[in-house]
């Protein structure tokens, strides 16, 4: 068994509302006398994908009495206008959906310690602020599954992970592949490509039509939109023969011949439980995701009895501690 390693507010515009639907959506039609709750996403919450999630998080804590917002498709250098925006419009509690946008977090967060943030971030940050809670997506532990799924379900011994970007939770993703790969007694290599765009379908169809020429009979992807291009490459490919699996929501439906399994993504739960904390006064903290705590696995219905009991057993070997998934976020060679 492998170690384990551990790795001032702007002027306001004139309405803040105003601001926050031409960055693409708000919602702030319940809540009553609830906390006032902000989500700021990368993406577009019609997704289907990571950013839909948020919005359901969201929605969830509508439902328990908070009054929420939200920003869409923020990039990288508009986000620490945004969360100003929201600390200007009175919310109680911002919450920022992608690891991209921790370092804006904390920053905001320490320059006004009243308000409560959450951030996302692969692993435990140092110098973590007294009013930010962390979401450590633990991306990495997930993944072995779907290394043992992998190796059981390939006949050529040839398994392809087709990332975004090559970043350091991608990196910890593949060697979780391969540590899975390692266990699970098969004979198989791994192969990881990254297209540099997780939303970018063209690029993902040829990676994908590239790795199956090159034999590679699985492909893990680690995409959002881009997954359908994935899909499309695997389209006209025998089936039972070669598998592709996806992550944060089911998106089978898209090729379920070749669908092998999801790698699931619930952050309702997360979400309410840093709300509860908060509610009940503790202002930091890092809450990690994992089986049962806002993750799972989900196989597919095609998938032949052997490979799903032997996925289902690495699932239930992480949970129980008798396997621990070395967080190993080192660049891939």
Not at 83 to 109: E, P
Request: net charge negative; aromatic share 8%.
């Amino acid at each position: 068994m492998r170690p384990v390693r551990r790795l001032a507010a702007v002027a306001a515009a004139l309405s803040l509302g105003l601001a926050l639907t031409a960055c693409g959506g708000s919602d702030e039609s319940g809540g009553g006398g609830g906390d006032k709750v902000a989500g700021i996403f990368s993406g577009p919450v019609t997704d289907a994908d990571l950013n839909a999630l948020g919005l359901d998080a969201l929605k969830a804590a509508e439902k328990d009495g908070a009054e929420i917002s939200y920003a869409e498709s923020v990039a990288v250098p508009d986000i620490e206008g945004k969360l100003r925006q929201y600390v200007s419009g009175g919310y109680s509690v911002v919450w920022t959906h992608g690891s991209q946008f921790y370092d804006a977090t904390a920053k905001v967060a320490a320059e006004n310690p009243d308000v409560n943030f959450i951030a996302e971030f692969d692993g435990v940050p140092e110098d973590q602020p007294e009013n930010l809670w962390v979401i450590d997506r633990n991306f990495h532990t997930v993944f072995y599954p779907l290394g043992v799924l992998a190796a059981n379900l390939s006949s050529s011994g040839k398994v392809g992970y087709l990332g975004g970007l090559s970043l350091p939770f991608s990196y910890a993703e593949v060697h979780a592949l391969e540590q899975g790969i390692e266990d699970s007694g098969k004979d198989a290599d791994l192969k990881p490509v990254w297209t540099g765009d997780f939303n970018d379908t063209v690029k993902a169809t040829q990676f994908t039509s590239q790795l199956l020429s090159g034999g590679n009979d699985v492909i893990v992807t680690s995409l959002n939109l881009g997954v359908v291009g994935a899909f499309e490459a695997m389209k006209g490919t025998p089936a039972g023969k070669n598998w592709i699996t996806v992550k944060y929501t089911d998106k089978s439906a898209n090729d379920p011949e070749h669908y092998a399994a999801t790698v699931l993504y619930d952050f309702a739960k997360p979400l309410q439980a840093i709300l509860d904390e908060i509610e009940g006064g503790t202002r930091t903290g890092v809450y990690v995701m994992g089986f049962g705590k806002g993750a799972d696995v989900s196989i597919g219905d095609n998938v032949p009895a052997e490979a799903k009991k032997a996925a289902e057993q690495a699932v239930a070997d992480v949970e129980s501690g008798a396997t621990e998934v070395e967080l190993d976020q080192s660049e891939v060679k």
